[in-house]
């Protein structure tokens, strides 16, 4: 079970990237175009966020109840161990604020009045979310897993 859901964790990291990258690029289109927001726009807000809230359920499982690296963190701290602090620590509370970045991008984009500030929220609340999952992506471990 914990090799399915680590697997699937890792595959959906692309996806949420891809994603998030197309949106960004997206908005700095239209932010530099003038050209109105779209429904595409909006499908791939929404299918950034909903990639990011599942990548982040998932993450959860892994974190409270399938992953041996954290179940040892949660029963014994960090212990000096670089690999362990990054999971137990860096790399969760740093997910769980990038997904709550872009789902306040998304929510701020879909109340907007103008296509202009759809945009510019996309574009800001993404990028923070980004640059915040790139500092926390655990680039030591493998790109792509088998299932």
Same mark, same amino acid.
């Given at each position: 079970?914990?090799?399915? !859901?680590? @697997? ?7 996806? &949420?990237?891809? %994603? ?6 997206? =908005? &700095?289109?239209?932010?530099? =175009? #003038?050209?109105?927001y $779209?429904?595409? /726009? ?11 809230? $599942? ?9 409270? =109840? +399938? %992953?041996?690296? $954290? %179940?040892? !963190?949660?029963?014994?701290?960090? @212990? *000096?161990?670089?690999?362990? @602090?990054?999971? *137990?620590?860096?790399?969760?509370? $740093?997910?769980? +604020? ?16 103008t /296509?202009?500030?759809?945009? #510019?929220?996309?574009?800001?609340w !993404? ?18 897993? *088998? !299932?």
């Amino acid at each position: 079970m914990y090799s399915v !859901f680590l @697997s699937l964790h890792n595959l959906l990291r692309w996806f &949420v990237l891809a %994603s998030m990258l197309y949106a960004i690029l997206s =908005s &700095v289109h239209g932010l530099l =175009s #003038r050209r109105p927001y $779209t429904k595409q /726009d909006n499908v791939m807000r929404i299918m950034a966020n909903t990639f990011g809230h $599942t990548q982040l359920l998932i993450g959860f499982a892994l974190y409270f =109840s +399938l %992953s041996p690296i $954290t %179940s040892y !963190f949660l029963q014994n701290g960090a @212990s *000096g161990s670089a690999q362990i @602090s990054f999971f *137990g620590i860096q790399h969760a509370v $740093t997910m769980f +604020l990038a997904v709550v970045a872009m789902t306040v991008g998304g929510a701020l984009a879909k109340r907007a009045k103008t /296509d202009r500030s759809k945009f #510019r929220y996309v574009l800001t609340w !993404f990028l923070i979310a980004l640059t915040m999952i790139i500092f926390a992506m655990p680039w030591f471990r493998p790109w792509f897993r *088998g !299932f």
